[in-house]
């Protein structure tokens, strides 16, 4: 969100001025919400935080988290970001679609946050839409759907095999070897 408020607030177009009041609210959720859940904020606990029980196991982590943790999150996903950022830009290019990097700053984080609803299979169909939508003065629809599905692809295929290199260490981690199970009975017998 706070990629996409740069690109907002560095970027003027009709688009972006249109996005302010969605930014708005969603950063005055996660004001309120902090406030809730660190500030412990009063008016009658915000109306018992609208009927809500306090002791949620669902707000537990975040009650628990300092306000260095949340720095450190931001901190290590800000370059994740950068780097998918400049991907995306110059894997536009190599299909031929030319968008600047300011609109390219502004949208993909929307994009990305629009992936992340559960509302497709596979993220599939919204993000294209998005894509469409925010970039369809830069290239012809059906070359941004092929780019779109490319990078999706290209990401998806990245972390599964990412995932199966890593699969030996989780599986170690997560089934517990058959020694674990043994246990001696007794004295070994002797000859």
Wanted: aromatic residues 16%; positive net charge; charged residues 10%.
């Amino acid at each position: 969100m706070l990629w996409a408020l740069v690109g907002v607030f560095g970027f003027r177009a009709d688009v972006t001025t249109k996005l302010l009041p969605m930014a708005a609210a969603v950063a005055a959720f996660w004001m309120v919400f902090f406030a809730y859940a660190r500030l412990h904020v009063t008016p009658r606990r915000a109306l018992a935080w609208l009927f809500a029980p306090r002791e949620w196991l669902v707000f537990r982590t975040f009650r628990r988290a300092t306000a260095a943790r949340y720095a450190q999150i931001v901190g290590l996903r800000a370059p994740m970001f950068l780097v998918s950022l400049c991907a995306h830009y110059y894997a536009a290019r190599a299909f031929g679609i030319h968008i600047p990097f300011g609109q390219m700053l502004t949208f993909l984080p929307v994009i990305f946050m629009v992936a992340a609803l559960p509302v497709t299979v596979a993220h599939l169909g919204t993000t294209q839409a998005a894509w469409l939508l925010f970039f369809g003065a830069f290239a012809p629809a059906p070359r941004l759907l092929a780019f779109s599905l490319a990078a999706h692809l290209t990401f998806t295929a990245t972390r599964a095999l990412v995932g199966l290199i890593w699969l030996p260490v989780a599986y170690a981690e997560l089934v517990p070897t058959v020694d674990a199970f043994r246990k001696p009975v007794g004295r070994p017998l002797s000859a």
